[in-house]
């Protein structure tokens, strides 16, 4: 299935001079929905995957289902002060400041074999922070996967170190 079909551009968003790539019309369809998940777990379904741990807020929509596909748990990963328990946090670099990234210090044991997710991969600025959070509570980043990559923006450089899997590139 040629899922970019599903994909809508909606020029000028959020800013002038922004292409936004719109999955509304994708997970309004039930076939590329279903297809859009299991292209996100495909390339990890011989690997052993303990958890999969999406970024939000888009990352959640496909994170359950994907961990689902993969007889996985769900790991939320959030920005500052929206997780209640006790949390590890890093912060990371933004082209003008810097924002944070939490998760429940109890929801990734060492050793555990992460699959780390989200909808886009832009400049990868969020995900290369997201891994290090997971590395630095003990656990491995068996993967990264991405329904989306805006190749021209080279994010994948952040993540060199990792498996990087996209289903759709622009």
Do not use: W
């Given at each position: 299935?040629?899922?970019?079909?599903?994909?809508?551009?909606?020029?000028?968003?959020?800013?002038?001079?922004?292409?936004?790539?719109?999955?509304?019309?994708?997970?309004?369809?039930?076939?590329?929905?279903?297809?859009?998940?299991?292209?996100?777990?495909?390339?990890?379904?011989?690997?052993?995957?303990?958890?999969?741990?999406?970024?939000?807020?888009?990352?959640f929509i496909f994170g359950p289902a994907v961990a689902?596909?993969?007889?996985?748990?769900?790991?939320?990963?959030?920005?500052?002060?929206?997780?209640?328990?006790?949390?590890?946090?890093?912060?990371?670099?933004?082209?003008?400041?810097?924002?944070?990234?939490?998760?429940?210090?109890?929801?990734?044991?060492?050793?555990?074999?992460?699959?780390?997710?989200?909808?886009?991969?832009?400049?990868?600025?969020?995900?290369?922070?997201?891994?290090?959070?997971?590395?630095?509570?003990?656990?491995?980043?068996?993967?990264?996967?991405?329904?989306?990559?805006?190749?021209?923006?080279?994010?994948?450089?952040?993540?060199?170190?990792?498996?990087?899997?996209?289903?759709?590139?622009?």
């Open positions: 299935m040629d899922l970019k079909q599903y994909i809508r551009d909606i020029p000028d968003f959020p800013q002038p001079g922004i292409l936004f790539r719109d999955i509304t019309p994708l997970l309004a369809d039930r076939d590329a929905l279903d297809a859009a998940i299991a292209a996100l777990a495909e390339p990890f379904g011989d690997e052993r995957i303990d958890l999969v741990a999406a970024v939000e807020a888009r990352g689902r596909a993969l007889g996985a748990g769900f790991v939320p990963m959030r920005k500052k002060g929206k997780l209640p328990a006790e949390t590890a946090m890093v912060y990371y670099d933004l082209e003008y400041g810097q924002d944070s990234i939490e998760v429940h210090r109890d929801a990734v044991a060492a050793g555990a074999r992460v699959l780390m997710l989200d909808d886009l991969l832009a400049t990868g600025g969020t995900m290369a922070a997201a891994c290090e959070l997971i590395e630095q509570l003990g656990a491995d980043v068996a993967g990264v996967s991405f329904l989306i990559e805006l190749t021209a923006l080279n994010g994948r450089q952040k993540l060199k170190p990792y498996h990087i899997h996209s289903v759709i590139k622009y």
